[in-house]
T-cell receptor, first 116, second 112 residues
Framework: DGGITQSPKYLFRKEGQNVTLSCEQNLNHDAMYWYRQDPGQGLRLIYYSQIVNDFQKGDIAEGYSVSREKKESFPLTVTSAQKNPTAFYLC???????????????FGPGTRLLVL | AQTVTQSQPEMSVQEAETVTLSCTYDTSESDYYLFWYKQPPSRQMILVIRQEAYKQQNATENRFSVNFQKAAKSFSLKISDSQLGDAAMYFCAKSSGDKLTFGTGTRLAVRP
């Protein structure tokens, strides 16, 4: 049963703490993405990766870090430098986009991050 | 920066009726892709329909169809025979290279 899993479903962060959100896919997709969703706003791109051991910053990368050591996994770390981390985080994947883009992105169920 | 605008924060439709959600976008590209995603209360994003800009024919998927007006940079979603399960947030998105830019969404309520 192929799909994208994210864990945990809820995550609580204390001030000054780094936390890591997990994203795993078994769709054999090359590209993976992290988005942040705030109330009243659409999804905003944090980081994306088209291939193992390579990733690019999106529109709101400050205060976040990622790694792509395996094709199936793309964890996101919310660092203490992210001053307003409370949001819903969505991971997505797609087959390798051609130069013009356009491949459909498939999403995981999301992780809600709350600050204590 | 690319922008995608959904000017209707909320819409309501009677069950079995038809509703149209609006989306406009800004681009200087000639070739790109447009998407409508649905986000139900579970919050998982689900693809509804995809349109390739170089195709003049409007995409359809069962009860869902689009009205794509390339010159006007408009990409509206029509839902026919609305069902209670259609109640959700709907997001319009546009590709730019290998990235997507999303609108702010339209919340659709379906009245029984």
């Amino acid at each position: 049963d192929g799909g994208i899993t994210q864990s945990p479903k809820y995550l609580f962060r204390k001030e000054g703490q780094n936390v890591t959100l997990s994203c795993e896919q078994n769709l054999n997709h090359d590209a993976m993405y992290w988005y942040r969703q705030d109330p009243g706003q659409g999804l905003r791109l944090i980081y994306y990766s088209q291939i193992v051991n390579d990733f690019q910053k999106g529109d709101i990368a400050e205060g976040y870090s990622v790694s792509r050591e395996k094709k199936e996994s793309f964890p996101l770390t919310v660092t203490s430098a992210q001053k307003n981390p409370t949001a819903f985080y969505l991971c997505a994947s797609s087959i390798e986009p051609p130069p013009g883009g356009g491949e459909t992105q498939y999403f995981g169920p999301g992780t809600r991050l709350l600050v204590l | 920066a690319q922008t995608v605008t959904q000017s209707q924060p909320e819409m309501s439709v009677q069950e079995a009726e038809t509703v149209t959600l609006s989306c406009t976008y800004d681009t200087s590209e000639s070739d790109y892709y447009l998407f409508w995603y649905k986000q139900p209360p579970s919050r998982q994003m689900i693809l509804v329909i995809r349109q390739e800009a170089y195709k003049q024919q409007n995409a359809t998927e069962n009860r869902f169809s689009v009205n794509f007006q390339k010159a006007a940079k408009s990409f509206s979603l029509k839902i026919s025979d609305s069902q209670l399960g259609d109640a959700a947030m709907y997001f319009c998105a546009k590709s730019s290279g290998d990235k997507l830019t999303f609108g702010t969404g339209t919340r659709l309520a379906v009245r029984p």
